[in-house]
């Protein structure tokens, strides 16, 4: 028998044989800082009531815009409809 040990990235959780290709893949990685900009579509021109796009500042400065693809899971109760 042959006991394996992997590294797995705390971050995307990527599975890596040895430690440095793990700290590697966890340095690589960027986190937002702040929201810059939130951006609604109207009632008129989007059917849902969440964000189209949102922009965030990154630790290192760059701004990237994440759109909105699709609705992964709905709101379960009338209270979380109404939280706006």
């Known amino acids: 028998m042959k006991e394996l040990k992997t590294y797995q990235c705390g971050i995307c959780e990527s599975v890596y044989s040895d430690e440095a290709s793990c700290k590697t893949c966890e340095a690589s990685h960027r ?7 939130i951006v ?5 021109s ?3 009531p969440y ?3 949102i922009q965030f500042r990154m630790g290192d400065g760059a701004l ?3 759109v909105c693809e699709r609705i ?5 109760t009338e209270n979380e409809v109404n939280e706006q």
């Not at 986190?31 to 900009?37: T, W």
């Open 72 to 76: 992964v899971e709905q709101p379960t």
């Open 51 to 53: 964000p189209e796009r």
């Open 46 to 48: 989007s059917p849902v």
């Open 40 to 44: 609604f579509g109207s009632y008129q």
């Open 64 to 66: 990237v815009q994440y």
């Open 31 to 37: 986190h937002p800082i702040m929201i810059e900009k």
